[in-house]
């Protein structure tokens, strides 16, 4: 019996390509009928970006150079590979990004309740579709309790930034690994691949590790 394919998604839930990637990896697994295992690492796009955030056309007009209609242009094309993988980018004109620090560290207590995926999915949901402010710990403990997870614990969690030092060690970790961007995805521990790479791509990589493991 072989073991199932162990695959490392490093993101962040403010990054539309991490969503957009792993539902056309999720749509390659299931065309493949790949056993697999997923695990979700923490990075902080933005990990200066304060408490209150920014909005998210001049926060990518600003660090990336992008005129107003690059950016609208990206968000059209964003928004109809979503449709096409049945995810809903609902921008708008007062769409945020946020510091997502205290989201990490959710999530890895998420893990400890064997929900950590359940959450991360809830999470892009709540800030993609829903226009949520992932920056505010009660929204967070809504989204746990939403997914069955004890909203006191979450806030719990939240409050006393028990898993801070835990979650700053894994985004370091990762740094040190070459991780500078995401989505980055590691498959049985050795294959990195950057960038929401497509379904037929991610189909193609499954078979060759499947051709090398076999």
């Known amino acids: ?116 995926h359940d959450l991360k999915l809830a999470l892009f949901t709540a800030h993609f579709t829903e226009q949520r402010n992932l920056s505010d710990d009660d929204v967070l403990a809504d989204v746990a309790a939403e997914i069955g997870l004890d909203r006191a614990q979450a806030a719990a969690v939240l409050d006393d930034q028990r898993f801070a030092n835990e979650v700053r060690r894994a985004e370091q970790f990762w740094q040190k690994q070459g991780v500078s961007g995401v989505p980055a995805v590691v498959f049985d521990r050795k294959h990195l691949v950057t960038g929401a ?7 193609s990589i499954l078979s060759q590790i499947a051709e090398m493991k076999g």
């Not at 792993?22 to 695990?39: K, M, P, V």
């Open 1 to 116: 019996m072989t073991e199932p394919l162990r695959i490392d998604i490093v993101s962040d839930v403010m990054c539309p390509w991490c969503i957009i990637g792993y539902h056309q990896l999720s749509r390659a697994l299931d065309a493949s009928g790949t056993d697999h295992e997923i695990h979700w690492h923490p990075f902080e796009l933005n990990p200066k970006m304060p408490p209150e955030g920014q909005n998210t056309r001049e926060h990518i007009i600003e660090k990336y150079g992008s005129t107003p209609e690059q950016s609208e242009q990206s968000r059209q094309q964003m928004k109809a590979l979503g449709d096409s993988l049945g995810f809903e980018f609902a921008w708008a004109e007062d769409s945020r990004m946020h510091n997502t620090f205290n989201t990490h560290q959710l999530l890895h207590w998420a893990e400890t309740q064997g929900r950590k």
């Open 197 to 203: 790479q497509g379904v037929d791509n991610y189909t």
